[in-house]
């Protein structure tokens, strides 16, 4: 079971390639400026992933206008998520949790997907301004996607 709702979101800094190189993602660099929708997702250049993010995409103008940020999350590594982007055209910040530290801290680990290793399951989390959790969710299996309705209605009623 993720984390639950009213609890203080685990603080992380974890790396993301960009076209300057690698980065950190740390997500209290958002509190006091934005809310945060954190979308945990098995593993880049799979089916459901793949279109999850790319819908993702094509409506990062709706997060933006409800004065959210969107980070995806998966234990890939950086280069693998940053060649999946380029070929998906996906534009939002992938981040990588290669150790699993981050998806632990969450409780979303996915043991075993398909018999190649533990990687996060698919979750959604809305994290607030004050870095404290509004919404999660831990999809019944991989292949079933967040209510992403229900994570737009949360980030609605947040100033």
Same mark, same amino acid.
């Given at each position: 079971?993720?984390?639950?709702?009213?609890?203080?979101?685990?603080?992380?800094?974890?790396?993301?390639?960009?076209?300057?190189?690698?980065?950190?993602?740390?997500? *209290?660099?958002?509190?006091?400026?934005?809310?945060?929708?954190?979308?945990?997702?098995?593993?880049?250049?799979?089916?459901?992933?793949?279109?999850?993010?790319?819908?993702?995409?094509?409506?990062?103008?709706?997060?933006?206008?409800?004065?959210?940020?969107?980070?995806?999350?998966?234990?890939?590594?950086?280069?693998?998520?940053?060649?999946?982007?380029?070929?998906?055209?996906?534009?939002?910040?992938?981040? *990588?949790?290669?150790?699993?530290?981050?998806?632990?801290?969450?409780?979303?680990?996915?043991?075993?997907?398909?018999?190649?290793?533990?990687? *996060?399951?698919?979750?959604?989390?809305?994290?607030?301004?004050?870095?404290?959790?509004?919404?999660?969710?831990?999809?019944?299996?991989?292949?079933?996607?967040?209510?992403?309705?229900?994570?737009?209605?949360?980030?609605?009623?947040?100033?």
């Amino acid at each position: 079971m993720p984390i639950k709702i009213g609890s203080k979101a685990p603080d992380f800094t974890l790396k993301s390639k960009t076209a300057t190189g690698l980065v950190d993602v740390k997500l *209290s660099d958002n509190f006091g400026k934005k809310n945060t929708v954190l979308l945990f997702f098995p593993a880049a250049f799979t089916g459901v992933c793949t279109q999850e993010m790319c819908e993702i995409s094509a409506g990062l103008g709706q997060y933006a206008r409800l004065n959210a940020a969107v980070i995806g999350i998966s234990v890939d590594t950086p280069f693998a998520q940053e060649a999946w982007a380029k070929q998906n055209k996906i534009g939002l910040t992938l981040a *990588s949790d290669l150790n699993k530290t981050v998806t632990k801290a969450y409780d979303v680990l996915f043991p075993n997907l398909a018999g190649v290793g533990d990687t *996060s399951a698919r979750a959604a989390f809305v994290i607030d301004k004050q870095g404290v959790v509004q919404y999660a969710e831990q999809t019944a299996t991989p292949k079933d996607l967040p209510n992403f309705a229900a994570v737009k209605a949360t980030l609605s009623k947040l100033k």
